[in-house]
């Protein structure tokens, strides 16, 4: 996997939407137009223009509050579109604002163009995956740092990584092979390889995340464990892995991009998965499956897909469910409703076996 192949912010070309330039930003006129639907090309230094930004966050707060998930979802998807109006001008590879980090994916990304522009939030979302990628993502569950690249889901809570450690520390020796199917970063590949699993491969539609793991793989020597692949799900040859691992996304929803496919699911995507599961496994496979009680308790699941499964068809059955509460939300957070949720929510770790085909 080349860079050339990732997915990354499309450039848009000078004077495609003929933004405005304000040369000493007037906050006011530039969060009034860009909520008119205005385009903006920001000047100045990078705290000017996270002034800007902050501002109209706060604009959306006060117009679209979120008092509910749903609501929540108007907010962002307010925000998302006047905030994609704020272009910044890249030129040489710098964005044009006095201050602003140093990038290198910028070059990287966009080697053959001199001159376009970048919305602002793409440009922070950059920045902060090449934090994350330099610095590194430490979890409890591995000895070494996780160096997630830009476009990959990586996992910002733990309570589903110390399920899945705790329950492969009783039953690593079963199994010889493993799939991570949706892998992301890998963090879950790294946690079968530390606990001896030969044979893994690593999963995902997002070309992202091949490349991530692929980049980590070899920092950790682990090309020879570790192998990974661009499929959707289990889009390959029947395997005789005897574990199949899947992380999928939590909450419903429809996806705007590769990255938000691994937080939303789409109608269909766990009768595809337990469909490829039955047919393309062994007998004696065990699928991991990770989920939440979170969309139930915000209103937007009847019934826990997992369930349903086992409930309306005769393909697997459960061997066995663990569940844990989840960490409070940090004292901060000013949800009142999210607050009220993380209360009541568990991850859920389970573990089924496929039923003897009749």
């Not at 995902?204 to 920092?219: A, M, T």
């Not at 068809?313 to 949720?341: D, H, M, Y």
Request: aromatic share 12%.
């Amino acid at each position: 996997m080349q860079i050339s192949d990732l997915v990354v912010p499309e450039p848009l070309p000078p004077g495609l939407h003929s933004p405005q330039t304000i040369n000493s930003p007037d906050a006011k006129s530039i969060i009034n137009g860009t909520m008119s639907g205005k385009y903006f090309c920001l000047k100045g230094s990078y705290s000017e223009a996270l002034s800007v930004y902050s501002g109209l966050k706060k604009r959306i707060h006060r117009q679209f509050p979120a008092r509910c998930y749903k609501s929540s979802r108007v907010n962002r998807d307010k925000f998302r579109s006047a905030a994609n109006r704020l272009l910044v001008e890249i030129k040489n590879g710098e964005p044009l604002l006095d201050k602003f980090p140093v990038i290198p994916w910028i070059r990287e990304f966009y080697p053959s163009q001199e001159r376009f522009f970048l919305s602002f939030p793409d440009l922070l979302g950059m920045n902060g995956a090449w934090q994350w990628y330099r610095k590194g993502v430490h979890y409890p569950v591995l000895d070494h740092p996780v160096h997630p690249f830009y476009g990959v889901y990586f996992p910002t809570r733990i309570e589903h990584l110390l399920l899945f450690d705790s329950w492969l520390k009783k039953n690593r020796d079963n199994f010889s092979g493993a799939i991570d199917t949706g892998a992301g970063s890998g963090v879950l590949s790294f946690i079968m390889a530390k606990h001896g699993i030969k044979k893994i491969r690593a999963t995902d539609i997002n070309p992202n995340s091949i490349f991530s793991i692929e980049e980590n793989l070899k920092l950790l020597d682990l090309k020879s464990t570790i192998k990974a692949h661009k499929a959707h799900l289990l889009d390959i040859e029947e395997s005789s892995a005897g574990l199949i691992v899947f992380n999928p996304p939590w909450i419903p929803g429809e996806s705007l991009n590769l990255t938000d496919k691994a937080i939303y699911f789409e109608s269909g995507l766990f009768d595809d998965f337990f469909h490829s599961a039955y047919i393309k496994t062994i007998p004696e496979v065990r699928i991991a499956i990770f989920f939440s009680n979170f969309a139930m308790l915000a209103g937007l699941l009847k019934e826990n897909p997992i369930e349903r499964e086992l409930e309306k068809n005769n393909r697997f059955c459960l061997i066995e469910k663990i569940e844990t509460q989840v960490s409070p939300p940090s004292p901060k957070n000013k949800n009142k409703w999210l607050k009220g949720i993380r209360k009541r929510e568990e991850t859920e770790l389970w573990i089924l076996g496929k039923r003897k085909q009749s």
